[in-house]
């Protein structure tokens, strides 16, 4: 079986930095992720979920959160270790 091996980045994201709070932009380490630069973002939408989450009404949610798992992009450029 083979391994994919991913870069290690920087993002720049949209965190909520705890319950209540409105969206901040942030840069976020991603170990193990497509690195920097390399998703051009085409769209990212916020749903009942996110929004539970930015006012914590999940229980047990950490602070900060990253929400928005509905993006649609182009990966254009990974690091030099990516097989896949």
Request: hydrophobic share 40%.
């Amino acid at each position: 079986m083979a391994t994919t091996v991913i870069a290690v980045g920087t993002m720049k994201v949209a965190q909520v930095p705890s319950r209540g709070q409105i969206f901040r932009s942030s840069n976020a380490r991603s170990p193990n992720r497509v690195r920097t630069g390399a998703i051009k973002v085409q769209a990212c939408g916020v749903c009942h979920s996110d929004a539970f989450t930015k006012e914590g009404l999940w229980p047990g949610v950490q602070y900060p959160r990253v929400p928005g798992h509905e993006v649609v992009g182009i990966i254009d450029e990974v690091g030099a270790g990516v097989s896949e």
